[in-house]
């Protein structure tokens, strides 16, 4: 069965400086790979995709992620935030041909002025 | 495209009431389902359906029925509320294959259980 584990809970970080939210997943099999992104009060939505081919992937907002099939990771960094950038964010795992998507616990990222 | 609306944003009930969460997507989405979010533990998966006329258990499946009649709609059921089952809930939709099963979420409902 596969999971995900995001370690972090809440990370603060400054405005302008970089932040890394760390994801773990667990499968057997190969997977898709997703970081969600929810504002306070909103439903989620998606913020970048790991299907296949290149393993870093960008979001329009620049946020990245790679895909590292080794350290079953799928990290998100972004080189400077921005106070718009304070939300919670859910890394998600699915099993290729399977329709179930399994979501990590969150990270509130909190973005300090 | 509306996209994924849910309904009532908020409801207050009292324990051992009954009521339906309404979820409708106009994306002709085969994939449709319903997940409970509760601080700290992420968004748990309820029930879930394949296409009109099929569903399938969740993690956490108990007090909570579904059905799909069309593809456009998966209302929740709540059978008799309990105080556990406050939390916010999610619907979302999404293609069955070729998208990596990208979800699309409506904007949740808050339901408080007295």
């Known amino acids: 069965a596969q999971s995900v584990t995001q370690l972090d809970s809440q990370v603060p970080v400054f405005e302008e400086a970089p932040v890394e939210l760390r994801c773990n997943y667990s499968?057997?099999?190969?997977?898709?790979l997703f970081w969600y992104v929810q504002y306070p009060n909103q439903g989620l939505q998606l913020l970048l995709k790991?299907?296949?081919?290149?393993?870093l992937v960008e979001s329009i907002n620049g946020f990245e992620a790679e895909f590292n099939k080794s350290q079953t990771s799928f990290h998100l960094r972004k080189p400077s935030v921005h106070i718009s950038d304070t939300a919670e964010y859910f890394c998600?795992?699915?099993?290729?041909?399977?329709?179930?998507?399994?979501f990590g616990t969150g990270t509130k990222l909190q973005v300090i002025p | 495209n509306a996209g994924v609306t849910q309904t009532p944003k908020f409801q207050v009930l009292k324990t051992g009431q009954s009521m339906t969460l309404q979820c409708a997507q106009d994306?002709?989405?085969?994939?449709m389902s319903w997940y409970r979010q509760d601080p700290g533990m992420g968004l748990r998966l309820i029930h879930y359906?394949?296409?009109?006329?099929?569903?399938d258990q969740g993690e956490v499946p108990n007090g909570y029925n579904v059905s799909r009649s069309t593809t456009e709609d998966f209302p929740l059921r709540l059978l008799s509320a309990a105080p556990s089952q406050t939390s916010v809930y999610f619907c979302?939709?999404?293609?069955?294959?070729?998208?990596?099963?990208?979800?699309?979420f409506g904007p949740g409902t808050r339901l408080t259980v007295t």
């Open positions: 979302a939709s999404s293609y069955s294959s070729g998208q990596g099963h990208e979800q699309y």
């Open positions: 499968s057997s099999v190969s997977v898709y």
């Open positions: 790991y299907l296949s081919g290149s393993t």
């Open positions: 998600a795992v699915s099993e290729r041909g399977y329709q179930k998507v399994t």
């Open positions: 994306m002709n989405h085969e994939y």
């Open positions: 359906s394949v296409g009109a006329g099929i569903t």
